[in-house]
């Protein structure tokens, strides 16, 4: 049981709009940066966003990231079949030095 | 350009121990927080241990105390003991260029390992 929550699925159309969500709690999330990775199966993950809301380099801009209070928040607009993956959040914990990831999201294109 | 190539995995049985390596290139591995994180068949991502350049390190409670992070300056090559190796430590091993904010901005092919009879 992942210590972050994440829905286990979303789906939506092309070119629609879709969030996943990351639940967290104050020794975490509430206090620490959230980055958020794609993962296409059979391949190795991918940093999408880090320090909540910034941009990797070479992440479109269709890809955004948010945090507030114990939750962060990915966002992705004009879906692509091509989006198609599973995304987790990560953030690491203060109290006991470790890093944490979300259970992961599988986001189906429809 | 930053490089990590993951080796050692393998078919192992119970209790026995495997050493993963990862040869890294780009960047200098000592000066960088860097991590080994593992997903099981099937399953989502699960961090297994962190050095950071200080040489502290920290452990998943899952492998505490049996697993080993380390690292060679000289080589540039990051190091995972596995010891009592257990069917649950089945999985792809990452190893992960970690940073400050436990932001993983580069990721290994990943490293297959194995445990059964």
């Known amino acids: 049981q992942a210590v972050l929550t994440q829905p286990p699925s979303v789906s939506a159309a092309p070119g629609q709009r879709v969030t996943i969500s990351c639940s967290g709690s104050s020794s975490n999330i509430g206090n620490n940066f959230v980055s958020w990775y794609q993962q296409v199966p059979g391949t190795a993950p991918k940093l999408l966003i880090y320090d909540n809301d910034k941009r990797q380099s070479g992440t479109p801009d269709r890809f955004s990231g948010s945090r507030s209070g114990t939750s962060a928040t990915l966002g992705i607009t004009g879906l692509q079949t091509g989006d198609e993956a599973d995304y987790y959040c990560?953030?690491?914990?203060?109290?006991?030095?470790?890093?944490?990831f979300g259970g992961g999201t599988r986001l189906t294109v429809l | 350009e930053v490089k990590l190539v993951e080796s050692g995995g393998g078919l192992i049985q119970p209790g026995g121990s495997l050493r993963l390596s990862c040869a890294a290139s780009g960047f200098t591995v000592s000066r960088n927080y860097m991590s080994w994180v593992r997903q099981a068949p099937g399953k989502g991502l699960e961090w297994v241990s962190v050095?950071?350049?200080?040489?502290?390190?920290y452990y998943a409670e899952s492998v505490k105390g049996r697993f080993t992070i380390s690292r060679d300056g000289s080589q540039n090559t990051l190091y995972l003991q596995m010891d009592n190796l257990r069917a649950e430590d089945t999985a792809m091993y990452y190893c992960?260029?970690?940073?400050?904010?436990?932001?993983?901005?580069?990721w290994g092919q990943g490293t297959l390992v194995t445990v059964s009879s």
């Open positions: 992960v260029k970690d940073g400050i904010a436990a932001t993983f901005d580069y």
């Open positions: 050095i950071y350049g200080d040489g502290s390190t």
């Open positions: 990560g953030t690491w914990d203060t109290s006991q030095n470790i890093r944490l």
